[in-house]
């Protein structure tokens, strides 16, 4: 039977402190799990670090979501051997290169992936701000290249990047299905066409958190359609400290942030479970782990 695992992601937790100081790692680490979430995202740069969140993690059974951000073709390795040193269930991988043309990324994307396949473990490889696929129309153009490449979806950053209209039209809603219809992992956020987090709590962000709640279901659906029947797909709660969190004068956020955290597993885990009982194709299946075809560059 597919699976839904909810993460909650370590920089999230950033400023959440009761007292107004940094809590210990182990001291976040616990408040994940009494919370009920099935595991962590965090860096997987630190050796020491993925140790000490894998001894807590470990003896509960959660996992931990890894993280890096390579700059040259062998700037994965380092992550990939921690990750398969500590268990880590799969690699996140932003690209810390802005290339102008999809020729200058093959060789990073062809090294990353040939390594990534060695792994013994899923890598994939986000959408995401200040990075190889900071621009919703530049990647979808890596897709025209690379029609396999895995993705991790944060959609916050196309919506503020490419400021839709609303309603949203047509024809964005299918760059963003295209972009889902490669996604094995989703990170989440509610964005505006403004600002890439705003408080899902607050009535007037309502269309923002149902178009979002609408594309992630798209996801899973279209996941479900993909992946094997005893597949399990992973959602990283991410909701950022300030700035990206909005402040108020006194530089206090508006909203409780760790609340509506909570709130965003909640819906998801809704999404889940009618994603399963609507099991609709959600479009050509695109993206399949294993093919290594790509598209001439014009």
Not at 264 to 272: F, K, M
Request: proline share 6%; with cysteine; glycine share 8%.
């Amino acid at each position: 039977m597919q699976k839904l695992l909810v993460l909650q992601s370590l920089w999230a937790m950033e400023g959440e402190g009761a007292t107004g100081t940094e809590p210990a790692l182990e001291e976040k680490l616990a408040r994940i799990i009494a919370a009920g979430y099935d595991g962590v995202s965090t860096h997987c740069t630190d050796r020491a670090t993925v140790r000490r969140v894998m001894s807590v993690l470990g003896p509960h059974g959660l996992v931990m979501e890894g993280q890096c951000f390579p700059t040259t073709a062998d700037g994965i390795k380092p992550a990939l051997e921690i990750a398969a040193a500590y268990g880590v269930r799969h690699l996140d991988v932003q690209p810390d290169v802005r290339p102008r043309r999809i020729a200058d990324c093959i060789p990073l994307l062809d090294a990353w992936r040939r390594d990534g396949e060695r792994a013994g473990f899923p890598v994939w490889f986000e959408t995401h701000r200040d990075r190889m696929t900071t621009d919703l129309f530049f990647t979808l153009d890596l897709l025209d290249c690379f029609p396999d490449l895995p993705l991790i979806a944060d959609l916050a950053h196309y919506l503020v990047g490419r400021e839709f209209a609303w309603p949203v039209p047509a024809e964005a809603h299918a760059q963003i299905h295209r972009i889902l219809d490669h996604s094995w992992g989703l990170h989440g956020r509610v964005g505006s066409r403004e600002q890439a987090q705003v408080s899902l709590s607050f009535a007037q962000n309502a269309i923002w958190r149902d178009l979002f709640l609408d594309w992630w279901e798209y996801g899973m659906r279209s996941w479900r359609a993909r992946a094997a029947a005893d597949a399990t797909l992973t959602f990283t709660c991410e909701l950022g400290p300030p700035p990206y969190a909005i402040t108020g004068a006194d530089g206090r956020e508006l909203s409780d942030r760790w609340a509506e955290a909570l709130l965003l597993r909640d819906l998801v885990r809704e999404r889940w479970e009618r994603s399963g009982a609507s099991r609709k194709d959600p479009g050509p299946a695109r993206a399949r782990r294993g093919l290594r075809s790509r598209a001439p560059v014009v």
